[in-house]
């Protein structure tokens, strides 16, 4: 019923929209110049130079920069013969991509992993110096699991003396064999202070498998979770195990994260995520999702471009931030969508925050702060009167670069609806149905959409988590992407689009009159 309703308010809003989408088709089909490759490529979300890229690995801080790694095919712009892809920044929006890190071998291809700084050298790999950064990998062997092997994927290492620029396999890789169950990978390794020794948490079929190790080299089971717990529409992959600490209250828990596929909350890709103790051995999840079945609403994001996202190991203590970052795809479609020479993008990074919602807990995410040090030129506005018809909160403008942000206070029962345009007839829908407490995120006519069967074809919804009359939203957007963070990011929606042109007008709209507060759209100047 929820989904006729809001179909229904979108033709009411769209009938009686004075810039409606047939009136802005003034441009013939035949003269339309489509945006394409470079049109296409974000301006401060990182793409690799050339081919594939998926899953973001082993991230790590040291020494003043911010390393990236991803899954990558070097040699096609769809999903191949994985390597490790590596880039860099010292602010964690202008990236530098560097050579490829860690190449196949003799034991497969490198599937995601994650890195940590050893400072104790626990391994005894570094050199007495310089601390070694040691990556953990999934090997893959491609024939094995073609020749209907269990055992096809173990775990392996690499070092590295120079701060990660290059990389030593380990010789006596692998370092965790299989026990002949498929599907055996993607280690997440973290140093637990209290037990003093490595935890891995490692993704294995339907459930978290975790590992302990006193020097990263040799490894122990310690127990599982996950069995019965969550959304199991899909594998489980990418998990993710770190500390918390709650907001006001000053609580510590732990926090891990799930990737599955299929069984996102729209469907495809999503990230999934539990709050609980952790021992050193066992992960107890908190009495209040202890319960939580395939339907729930612990998502990191709920909109369907947002997959197999981890956080940075190694930050400062004097920092003191949880950041994430995410593959900004969706594995229906990811190997279609309409770039050639590259493929596929990440999310902004964000910093994770907790905090005790009632008897539960919940993750809220809002864009890393460095991202403002760009802001140039702003648009403010303190209060804009909508209702009856769309309001022009800003035309011929540049969205391609944009932070916008802007608070409805006195919420009614209705329908909020926000679009971006252009002049060829593509929008983007996007709004809150306070009658439904429901975000919802539409990109059907946003422009090139019939590369796939499902890229458009639903809309996207979410549940508003937060109890309160105003609603506070933020919105990121970067040529052909939208990151829309609601109630200070308690729930957060993040898509993907190809306008044929740049959107150029943002419009609002309801049934009724309401006041729109407190408007500010940034620019974002990365010259």
């Known amino acids: 019923m929820k989904k006729l309703i809001l179909v229904s308010a979108f033709s009411l809003f769209l ?26 490529r ?28 991803f899954q990558h095919n070097p040699d096609d712009n769809v999903w191949g013969p994985m390597h490790w892809g590596h880039a860099t920044s010292t602010d964690l929006i202008i990236w530098e991509e560097q050579p490829i890190a860690i190449e196949p071998d003799e034991y497969g291809t490198i599937f995601s992993g994650s890195a940590v700084v050893d400072h104790k050298n626990t391994s005894g790999l570094g050199d007495g110096t310089t601390p070694p950064v040691i990556a953990i990998f999934t090997y893959h062997d491609a024939e094995a699991a073609d020749a209907g092997d269990d055992d096809y994927q173990t775990q392996g290492i690499a070092y590295s003396l120079d701060k990660g620029k290059t990389w030593i396999k380990y010789k006596q890789n692998p370092v965790l064999q299989n026990p002949g169950i498929r599907d055996f990978r993607d280690p997440k390794v973290g140093w637990h202070e209290e037990e003093q020794k490595w935890i891995m948490a490692l993704a294995v079929q339907d459930r978290i498998s975790f590992y302990s190790s006193p020097n990263l080299l040799e490894w122990e089971h310690q127990s599982d979770f996950g069995e019965n717990m969550g959304g199991h529409g899909g594998v489980w992959e990418c998990p993710d195990l770190f500390k918390m600490t709650v907001e006001e209250t000053g609580e510590e828990k732990w926090v891990l994260l799930v990737s599955i596929n299929p069984g996102g909350p729209n469907g495809g890709s999503a990230t999934q995520y539990f709050v609980g103790d952790f021992d050193g051995g066992t992960f107890t999840p908190d009495k209040s999702i202890a319960g939580m079945k395939e339907e729930h609403d612990y998502w990191i994001d709920f909109g ?20 994430f970052i995410g593959w900004m795809s969706n594995w229906q479609y990811a190997n279609e969508v309409p770039t050639e020479q590259w493929r596929s993008s990440m999310t902004v990074p964000r910093n994770l925050r907790l905090k005790k919602d009632g008897d539960t807990y919940r993750i809220l995410s809002s864009p890393v702060k460095e991202l403002e040090k760009y802001f140039s030129g702003s648009k403010e506005v303190e209060t804009i009167k909508v209702g009856g018809e769309p309001e022009v909160l800003a035309s011929s403008g540049d969205f391609t670069s944009t932070v916008i942000n802007f608070k409805i206070p006195n919420l009614q029962d209705q329908i909020y609806l926000f679009t971006f345009s252009n002049e060829v007839g593509d929008n983007l829908k996007f709004g809150y ?93 990365f010259n």
């Open 42 to 69: 974000p301006n401060f979300h990182f793409t690799p130079d050339s081919g594939w890229m998926n899953d973001p690995n082993g991230m790590f801080y040291l020494d003043g920069t911010y390393h990236l790694f």
């Open 433 to 525: 149905s306070h009658i439904d407490k429901e975000f919802f995120l539409d990109r059907g006519d946003s422009g090139l959409t019939d590369f796939n069967d499902v890229f458009g074809r639903e809309t996207s919804t979410a549940p508003r988590l937060a109890d309160s009359h105003t609603l506070d939203v933020e919105i990121v957007m970067d040529k052909t992407s939208i990151e829309i963070f609601y109630d200070n990011g308690k729930t957060v929606m993040t898509e993907i689009f190809f306008p044929r042109e740049p959107y150029e007008i943002l419009t609002a709209d309801s049934k009724e009159d309401f006041e729109l507060r407190d408007l500010q759209i940034n620019q974002l100047n």
């Open 304 to 323: 369907k471009d947002n997959y197999a996202g981890v956080t940075w190991s190694n930050i400062p203590e004097s920092d003191g931030r949880d950041i």
């Open 15 to 40: 009938a009686a929209s004075t810039i409606s989408c047939q009136d802005r088709r003034e441009k013939s089909e035949e003269n339309v110049t489509v945006q394409s490759d470079s049109d296409f």
